[in-house]
C-alpha cells in the first residue's frame, strides 16, 4: 500500500471545466458538492482506502521562528497568495495507477448547476524514507 494527498486549491491550479467559484453557487449546489465528497470518502473507507480528510478556511498566515529568545514572526494573512490550498484527502491505496484513479473520481464533484467541475487536484505520494544527504557536500 502507499499514501497519497490529494490536495484541492481555492486557487493556483490551472482552472476547471467547471470554473465558478463556490462563494457563488447555490445553497443546493454546495449541499450536493458537500455530500459527494462525502459520499466519496464512505465508499474509500469501506474498501480500506480513505485514511483522512479535512477541508481549509481561506485565511491564514505564515509562521516563522523569530530566532533564539524572540516572538515568532507572522506573516499574512494568506488570501491574496496565487497559491491556495482549500483542503486535502489522504488515501492509502495499492499503486499510483488506483490513486490516479480516485483523483480522477474526486475530480469530478458537482459544482455550479450540478455539473462536474473537472477541478484539477495535486496528487503527492508520501515520502517513504527521508532523502540521503550528499556525502560531497
Excluded: C
Amino acid at each position: 500500500m502507499a499514501k497519497y494527498m490529494l490536495i484541492k486549491h481555492y486557487r493556483g491550479a490551472p482552472p476547471p471545466v467547471n470554473d465558478v467559484p463556490m462563494d457563488q453557487w447555490s445553497p443546493e449546489e454546495v449541499t450536493a458538492h458537500v455530500e459527494y465528497m462525502n459520499n466519496f470518502a464512505a465508499k474509500l473507507q469501506e474498501t480500506g482506502e480513505f485514511v483522512d480528510a479535512q477541508a481549509l478556511s481561506e485565511s491564514g498566515a505564515w509562521v516563522s521562528s523569530g530566532g533564539q529568545g524572540q516572538p515568532p514572526r507572522v506573516d499574512g494573512p494568506l488570501s491574496e497568495d496565487k497559491d491556495l490550498i482549500a483542503g486535502w484527502m489522504i488515501i492509502d491505496v495499492a499503486d499510483y495507477d488506483r490513486a490516479v484513479e480516485l483523483a480522477g473520481e474526486l475530480s469530478a464533484a458537482p459544482g455550479s448547476g450540478g455539473e462536474p467541475i473537472h477541478e484539477w487536484l495535486e496528487l503527492r505520494p508520501f515520502l517513504e524514507s527521508p532523502p540521503e544527504a550528499d556525502a560531497g557536500s
